[in-house]
Structures are given as structure tokens and as C-alpha cells.
């Protein structure tokens, strides 16, 4: 897309959230429009590989501008011009974190581009903490799934204590390929989160890529409503489809190897908001 298509859709996305955005705040959302369109050309010059250009999207972009407009739109009558470098600072880790690019990550690299189109030369741009994001994530109702990328297997076992609750659900996918390809231990997989999901559970996954594709519609949150009551509806092949309630608390938080990543779809990565977990990020808390 241009620039100026890009720009105009942010101005679109703020003014759909709530109508005064761009009443008072237009040139907000003008900075925020050209600091996602920079970014994807930054990744297009400089990465030749698909799911490094488009490992962040217009899935992303649409969520980035909808998240600065909700922090906005909780004190609309009283924020001022100096709270705005930091929203928009927010939204940037909220939704262009977890890439790893050979100098720095992306949440840096899309900061250093807002700040020389915005020209904050009185903030200092604080250090990004993914677990303080993770935590935020999972605080609220409104917020995408998760996708945590590690390069441990152990810190699937840590989540646990960074998520600091008891509702979570671990579901780690078998390593033995004759389960892989078996119709019965896909769809018990698949019934197991399907309980989890309707009690409201946080229900963690790793190395479930066969059943990730049938998620899909959970995963870009596209629910029928029935007496109040959100339900979704899904099928794994002609023979197998189910109904579900949606309980508004449950969450997915999917673990990928930072090894693998690069073997994802860009569309299944575009509907997280995602984040790179590292030891030295348990460290630190």
C-alpha cells in the first residue's frame, strides 16, 4: 500500500474507536500511519526472506492503531502532547515485538523510526520488557493471543510462574509421529481445548502445529453471538466440526522455537501479539 493509503486507514481505524480522535489528536495517528509504512519498507530493503518482511502485517497495523486509541480514549478530556510519545512508544511493543534482526529487534527498530518522524528529543526511550507486556496481555479481555517465542524448552515450564495465576493449561503436542498423523489424537487434542476454552482457562500450547489451523477463527477472535452468549463454530475435516461457548477470560498462548519460527506462515504470525522470552527476561524479575 502507499503511504498516504496507510495513513488514511489509521485515521480511519482512530476514528471508528471513537469519533474525537482525530478531532484532537489527527497528527498522532498521521505519525503512527507513517511509522508503520517506514517500518515495512525498512524490512523490505533490508531482508529479502517472506516471513521476515511480513512477519509483521496489517493484522498488527490494524492493532496498533486500535490500542493507542483505546489508551487515548480512557482519558480523552485530559491527556496533553507529552503523553502521547509515550502511547505511542506502548503500542509499538504491544504490537511490533518478537523479531530478532541481525543489529537490533523490532520493537527497537520501529521506535528509532517513530522518534525520528515524531522528534522527541526530550525523551529518553525506555527498555522494552516483554514480561511486563506479557503480563498486561493477560489482564485483559480485549487483547489478542499470545505467541511467546523462546530458544528453551524450559521456559515453557517457567510460564507458569511469569503468568503468576492459577488458571493455566499446559498442552504440549506429542513427539511421535504416528500421533502427529492420527485423526484420534488430533481430535482428542482438539476436544481437550475445547473444554479448557469454555471454563475460561489460559490455555498454553507447543508443538501443536497440526491443530493450530483449525484454531483460526478462535485465534482472530470472529465469534457468532447467541443470547448474549459468544460461540464459535469450526472443523478439523468433513467428518469432525465443533460448537463451542466462549468463556470471555480464555486465552491462547502458543510457545514456538525461535529455531522455527522462520517455518511459520506470515498469516498464522500476524494474529498474535508476539513476544521474544529469554532467560535474562526471567532475571531481571
Known amino acids: 500500500m502507499k503511504e498516504e493509503d496507510i495513513i488514511n486507514i489509521s485515521k480511519i481505524i482512530a476514528e471508528s474507536y471513537n469519533k474525537e480522535l482525530i478531532s484532537k489528536f489527527e497528527q498522532f495517528f498521521i505519525n503512527l500511519g507513517e511509522t508503520y509504512y517506514k517500518y515495512k519498507l525498512y524490512l523490505k530493503k533490508n531482508y529479502y526472506l517472506d516471513v521476515i518482511k511480513d512477519f509483521h502485517g496489517n493484522i498488527d497495523f490494524f492493532h496498533f492503531i486500535k490500542y493507542a486509541a483505546k489508551l487515548i480514549s480512557k482519558n480523552i478530556n485530559t491527556i496533553n502532547k507529552s503523553d502521547l510519545p509515550l502511547i505511542g512508544f506502548k503500542s509499538i ?37 516483554p514480561i511486563k507486556n506479557i503480563k498486561e496481555n493477560k489482564s485483559e479481555d480485549d ?64 508443538d501443536l502445529e497440526f491443530v493450530y489451523p483449525t484454531l483460526y477463527h478462535l485465534i482472530n477472535q470472529n465469534f457468532t453471538t447467541t443470547n448474549s452468549k459468544a460461540h464459535e463454530f469450526s472443523s478439523l475435516d468433513s467428518t469432525f466440526s465443533y460448537n463451542s461457548e466462549i468463556n470471555k477470560k480464555f486465552k491462547f498462548i502458543i510457545n514456538v522455537d525461535i529455531n522455527n519460527i522462520c517455518k511459520q506462515e506470515p498469516l498464522f504470525l500476524n494474529k498474535f501479539e508476539k513476544h521474544i522470552l529469554t532467560y535474562e527476561n526471567l532475571l531481571i524479575h
Open 143 to 206: 487483547s489478542r493471543h499470545l505467541l511467546l517465542i523462546s530458544n528453551n524448552s524450559t521456559i515453557f515450564d517457567l510460564l507458569s510462574f511469569i503468568l503468576e495465576d492459577n488458571n493455566n493449561i499446559f498442552i504440549l503436542g506429542s513427539q511421535f509421529i504416528e500421533d502427529c498423523n492420527s485423526e484420534e489424537y488430533q481430535l482428542k487434542t482438539i476436544k481437550k481445548i475445547q473444554i479448557y476454552m469454555e471454563k475460561g482457562k489460559t490455555i498454553i500450547l507447543k
Open 93 to 129: 511493543e504491544r504490537n511490533f515485538a518478537g523479531l530478532k534482526l541481525d543489529h537490533k529487534d523490532s520493537v527497537q527498530i520501529i521506535k528509532d523510526i517513530y522518534n525520528n518522524i515524531c522528534k522527541y528529543k526530550y525523551l529518553d526511550i525506555w527498555e522494552y520488557d
